[in-house]
């Protein structure tokens, strides 16, 4: 990530077992320490990444990958960065009145410049096919080509788009900044605004994202969970120490959030039924090493497990406006009423 290089072992292929060992024997260290003898994790931390979540079907067969892959991606990436900054016809030109003027272009987005250093082909380790496990029979779904409904119902679980325009509710999470499309929990890197900072102290660690700079206190005091009927948002989190490893387990979330969101416009499950493990631990002075498990027999046939190495930030966060709720949603809503008093047909 940021361009930086890492050495890594030239290995091309290897089995879901080698791959775990790899990743583990590339970040065990000794963390530095607070006065009560904890690692310290605290910083802001950048989890930026060209490596997708899930291991494209075209590298099916492909855990690691080489050299040569890794250098085409990253240039891939520059040259698209570079083309952002060029002047086109569409930014020096007056925007067309009236149709669709699309989503941002690649100048709004930070994806990142670097894969992650062990070259693996999916943020995904477990199963080890680098997938998200197929759905059970049954589990709600919404977006994407395997939804169970072409026209979703309320709530909406996924993050951006929606299914209609009638009111706030008919959009996704995200686009009412409500909770961020890269949040979570847990924490999926895309897009922009990738940066979470982690406070510590002797009872309580505090994770705070940039994205719609939601903070989820998080107690290390053996506190039980909330009651079953006390569903949040971002869930119930209770945290402690294996080692030098910080587990956190969150239960408790609501059922108008998705159990997991494989896209930004896909949802599959709700919060009810999902657990949720994350675990946070120092991989070198500049890294800290990100896991998580989704855990939800509901929804998905088989738990899933994935690692994303991060940065130590060089900036402080940043104040984030989430303009979606400052105007956009009011224009998309007033938009879609002048459509009905002209008689247009809405999508």
Same mark, same amino acid.
């Given at each position: &990530? ?12 290897? *089995? ?15 963390? +530095? ?42 240039? *891939?990436?520059? #040259? ?41 082909? =999916?943020?995904?380790?477990? +199963? ?16 994407? @080509? ?8 309320? +709530? ?54 940039? &994205?719609?700079?939601? =903070? ?10 909330? +009651? ?8 119930? @989190? ?19 959030? =998705? ?6 416009? @896909? ?10 493990? #994350? ?11 990100? #896991? ?17 190495? &991060? ?9 984030? =406006? ?6 956009? &949603? ?18």
């Amino acid at each position: &990530m940021h361009g930086r290089r890492f050495t890594v072992a030239p290995v091309l292929f290897v *089995s879901s077992v080698c791959l775990s060992a790899l990743v583990g024997a590339q970040t065990r260290v000794a963390p +530095p320490r607070l006065p009560d003898g904890k690692p310290d994790l605290q910083g802001v931390w950048d989890f930026r990444t060209l490596t997708p979540l899930e291991r494209p079907v075209e590298r099916v067969d492909q855990v690691v990958l080489t050299a040569e892959e890794v250098a085409e991606i990253e240039a *891939s990436a520059v #040259e698209r960065a570079i083309e952002a900054d060029r002047p086109s016809e569409i930014r020096t030109q007056p925007l067309p009145v009236g149709g669709n003027v699309a989503s941002y272009n690649d100048f709004w987005f930070d994806r990142g410049a670097g894969v992650v250093d062990d070259r693996r082909t =999916a943020l995904i380790v477990d +199963p080890p096919d680098g997938r998200v496990p197929t759905a059970q029979p049954g589990a709600k779904r919404q977006g994407g @080509s395997d939804a169970d409904d072409v026209r979703p119902e309320r +709530p909406v679980r996924f993050r951006v788009g929606g299914i209609g325009s009638d009111g706030p509710e008919d959009r996704g999470l995200a686009e009412r900044c409500l909770v961020g499309f890269n949040t979570g929990p847990p924490i999926v890197p895309f897009g922009y605004n990738q940066n979470m900072q982690l406070f510590q102290t002797r009872d309580h660690v505090v994770i705070y994202n940039e &994205m719609v700079h939601d =903070a989820r206190i998080v107690p290390l005091d053996g506190r039980v969970h909330l +009651p079953e009927g006390i569903r949040q948002l971002m869930g119930d @989190s209770r945290g402690h120490w294996d080692g030098d490893t910080l587990v956190v387990e969150t239960t408790n979330f609501t059922d108008k959030t =998705a159990s997991f969101n494989p896209t930004l416009g @896909s949802a599959v499950g709700t919060g009810a039924t999902l657990h949720l493990t #994350e675990r946070f631990r120092r991989g070198a002075d500049d890294t800290l090493i990100y #896991e998580f498990t989704v855990r939800d027999s509901s929804s998905f046939t088989l738990p899933f497990s994935a690692v994303i190495p &991060m940065r130590r930030g060089a900036a402080p966060l940043f104040e984030y =406006a989430c303009h979606e709720g400052n105007y956009g &949603m009011r224009n998309l809503l007033s938009g879609a009423r002048a459509e009905e008093r002209a008689g247009a047909s809405l999508p």
